[in-house]
């Protein structure tokens, strides 16, 4: 299929993230992408294991971790990236309205775990967790801020496309695009997972 | 919107050449820069060797030393040798899959410019303070001391050109999965474009954790982290495991598409198909999988234990056996062919011999109790010399010479390449089998000076002037690329006569989109199956058409300019005021160029029907 075709909900197709050529090429590099940055986290987990109870005299994991903020940050990702999912649903059937809504639901989570993140982090410098204050801190700081790094870029994108594709809805060029961002999300939500529990619960418990 | 035949200024070539994302030229860039980079290096290796020559030289001071051993390392390795990989494979790839281009067109010129803007700003390091000086492998006990902003330069260069590594492998990854022609299976692929293929996955794998690695170094030296400095808990050992998860199978990202290289060579000039292609291909696939498995026979002595040793000894003996196959296969590739001696044959043949001492040495190293007594001498500097340079360099000039006419439509010439040839392989073997012995009689790597009466003088003077015959070929290959773009006639499209592969059937150089048809492909090496049949040209798989082409873009120039600024910022960030500003403006660039490629559509063009038989109609005329 040619990516400026006219489409309706009739003869849009049931994968329009690789309908195209391009679309098959977006879709699969971006596999590729998400394998490199598995491996990028993996790295950043392994120094993570290795430096975390190095806390030089600083405060240690056992007692910064507040079980309460971090599940409800968990919840809302979880959440978001099921939203995300409702949102390609209605994508593959050609509802943009619906689409735009899930994703902006998607949007209004992933922002509200960012700022919940935001502030677990400014309560931890507070009581004198800072970057520089052990390995640990470093350690720590830098895995789950390279994930709040990624979240933010997400959103960005997500909006970025939304705003952009407001006016003209779907078609053969951006559904991949959409596609490739849910993807994006969806692998923030995994990591995150490992996160949660490599990071806070291990932290709380070990 | 076609640039077919179309007579320009410099300034309209010079921007075009910016906002290119046509493979071909993609891959004219990064020779000339790669081949840039590889000069560069190539002085920094002559200015150890004069400092060499004789005990207690004062040529340059010790630490200026560093600084060039540094440097030559990390520039032949990151702006020489992996651009000009990247060179073969853009002039290549592509065609040799009956593709009209790369996957991501755009991303491809990211990758470039990426690159580029970080060998630069690696590079400026020499004007604005000095350059890094803890070695190539930058390990953390001796970078974290270290003075000046060098590392520092070497920590944000690298991580901008690392960057465009990884785009590349990527880019070359879907292309090859997506982009074959019709009857282009994968047991159908040439040789090099199976390299290209493993050697994309390497790169996928193993840059991410050095992009890790550089960001805990650019934390502890820039931003106050701690994860190597062991008074707050830090451990240097991490930097040391993630350079070398990613160091090692660096070697094969560079060797695999060398071997590639000279699979295809070794079957033109025996003009017999490759002896045991599908065990090639087993034997590609499978030094690529070992390659992540042996990182640690780089650290034998730093205290991980014997049965650690033990594992990774093992399991880097097991790469010779992969190796070895391909080894046998090139030998029986040979047998019995009627071989012509072209420039390429005759490093093809050299590079034999060579690397196999090399691979020896190799399993010598691996010996994890002998290691002991080999590790950081000259015994290792011969060691990698022999399979970077006897494997490595010798493919590049090997594809060069092979691949010059597709690229630039023109042959180098062939006395001129001969002459390179001999000295640089006289010169070779002068410099560096000597070092084996000066390393087994107890010569340290990496030390400014010796000094008389311990039997280092001989052996570093034989070695300093085999340097000079490498120099003197290579500037001979420089005359001989001036003297054929000056004065070299133009060729068709199969100037060897022998190609057996894709990229021999279209003109030299080909046009902007490859194929006028996408060809049909019957068999291995699908251009000889047509003219064995007596065809003279492919079997199309579809009717002539209008053919789809990407815009040019300058975004890729502009998101590389942007870190580049970004860098430059953060690295100064401690000592000016401006810094932080200048970095922050620097993301600015990257991050609007991305917003603007997001929100701006590119279909791209269409070139005509008629415009594509006017094209092949000259192209068959020259």
Do not use: C
Not at chain 1, 183 to 201: P, R, S
Not at chain 2, 460 to 480: C, D, E
Request: aromatic content about 16%.
């Amino acid at each position: 299929m040619h990516v400026e075709e006219k489409l309706t909900a009739e003869t849009f197709p049931a994968e329009p993230e690789k309908a195209t050529l391009e679309g098959k090429n977006k879709f699969l590099g971006f596999w590729f992408f998400l394998g490199g940055e598995t491996v990028l986290f993996a790295s950043l987990f392994a120094t993570y294991l290795a430096l975390k109870d190095s806390v030089a005299g600083g405060p240690s994991a056992k007692e910064l971790f507040q079980m309460p903020i971090v599940f409800l940050a968990t919840m809302l990702l979880l959440t978001s990236s099921l939203t995300s999912v409702y949102a390609m649903h209605h994508m593959r059937n050609f509802d943009f309205k619906k689409m735009q809504l899930w994703l902006g639901i998607t949007v209004f989570l992933g922002a509200a775990f960012l700022a919940l993140e935001i502030y677990e982090f400014t309560e931890y410098v507070h009581e004198g967790f800072k970057f520089s204050t052990s390995a640990f801190s470093s350690a720590f700081y830098t895995l789950v801020g390279t994930h709040g790094g990624h979240v933010a870029f997400g959103l960005l994108w997500i909006l970025t496309l939304m705003i952009r594709n407001a006016k003209r809805g779907l078609n053969l060029y951006n559904a991949p695009k959409f596609y490739v961002a849910s993807l994006y999300w969806h692998f923030i939500d995994v990591v995150w997972v490992f996160i949660f529990t490599v990071v806070y619960l291990m932290g709380m418990v070990g | 919107m076609s640039t077919l035949a179309r007579k320009k200024g410099v300034g309209a070539v010079i921007w075009d050449y910016l906002t290119t994302v046509d493979h071909k030229k993609i891959a004219i860039l990064y020779l000339i820069a790669g081949g840039f980079f590889f000069l560069l290096g190539g002085l920094e290796a002559m200015i150890i060797r004069i400092q060499l020559a004789v005990p207690n030289n004062d040529f340059i001071s010790a630490g200026f030393y560093n600084e060039v051993l540094t440097m030559h390392g990390t520039t032949m390795i990151f702006l020489a040798a992996m651009p000009l990989v990247f060179a073969m494979m853009n002039a290549v790839v592509p065609i040799q899959i009956g593709a009209r281009d790369v996957a991501f067109p755009f991303l491809n010129a990211l990758g470039f410019w990426l690159f580029f803007f970080g060998g630069v700003f690696l590079n400026l390091s020499w004007f604005l303070g000095g350059a890094p000086d803890a070695g190539w492998t930058s390990y953390a006990s001796l970078s974290l001391a270290s003075p000046t902003h060098g590392i520092d330069f070497y920590v944000l260069g690298l991580q901008i050109s690392g960057f465009g590594t990884l785009i590349g492998g990527i880019n070359f990854l879907v292309t090859i999965i997506n982009m074959r022609a019709p009857g282009m299976t994968y047991m159908r692929m040439p040789m090099f474009t199976w390299a290209t293929f493993v050697t994309s996955a390497l790169i996928l794998f193993a840059f991410p954790p050095l992009t890790v690695g550089l960001i805990f170094m650019m934390m502890d030296r820039l931003f106050g982290g701690n994860f190597f400095d062991p008074a707050l808990g830090g451990n240097t050992i991490i930097w040391e495991h993630l350079f070398w998860i990613f160091g090692h199978p660096e070697v094969y990202i560079l060797v695999l598409p060398a071997f590639g290289i000279f699979s295809e060579i070794f079957a033109t000039f025996s003009r017999k198909r490759l002896f045991g292609y599908s065990s090639m291909v087993f034997a590609t696939v499978l030094i690529g999988f070992l390659g992540f498995m042996v990182w640690a026979h780089h650290m034998f002595t730093v205290g991980m234990g014997p049965i650690a040793n033990a594992i990774f000894a093992v399991a880097t003996m097991a790469i010779a056996v992969p190796t070895g196959i391909k080894i046998f296969n090139w030998l029986f590739t040979m047998w019995g062919g009627s071989i012509r001696f072209t420039t390429p044959m005759i490093y093809a043949v050299a590079f034999i011999p060579s690397f196999v001492i090399g691979g020896v040495t190799g399993v010598m190293n691996a010996t994890a109790a002998a290691d002991y007594q080999y590790h950081d001498s000259y015994f290792v500097v011969a060691h990698f010399h022999y399979v970077i340079v006897g494997g490595v360099v010798f493919a590049l000039l090997a594809g060069a010479h092979y691949w010059w006419p597709k690229m630039f439509g023109k042959m180098l010439d062939e006395k001129l390449g001969k002459v390179t040839f001999w000295l640089f392989f006289i010169g070779f073997h002068l410099t560096f089998f000597i070092q084996h012995f000066l390393g087994l009689m107890g010569m340290p790597r990496r030390v400014f000076t010796f000094l008389p009466g311990q039997g280092f003088e001989t052996g570093n003077m034989i070695s300093t002037v085999g340097a000079f015959f490498m120099a003197a070929g290579t500037v001979v290959l420089l005359a001989n690329v001036v003297i054929t773009t000056v004065k070299g006639k133009r060729v068709g499209n199969d100037p060897w006569e022998d190609g057996r592969t894709l990229e021999w059937a279209v003109s030299s150089p080909a046009p902007e989109y490859n194929f006028a048809q996408t060809p049909l492909v019957r068999g291995l090496d699908a251009y000889w199956i047509e003219k064995m049949e007596g065809k003279k040209g492919l079997t199309p798989a579809e009717p002539l058409g209008d053919i789809h082409m990407p815009n040019p873009s300058i975004l890729p120039f502009v998101i590389s300019l942007g870190l580049f600024v970004a860098a430059f910022g953060f690295l100064f960030h401690q000592d000016y005021a401006w810094g932080t500003p200048v970095g922050v403006v620097g993301l600015l660039i990257t991050l609007g160029a991305m917003f603007f490629r997001s929100i701006i559509d590119d279909h791209g063009f269409h070139i005509h029907k008629e415009e594509v038989m006017e094209a092949e109609k000259k192209g068959a005329g020259a």
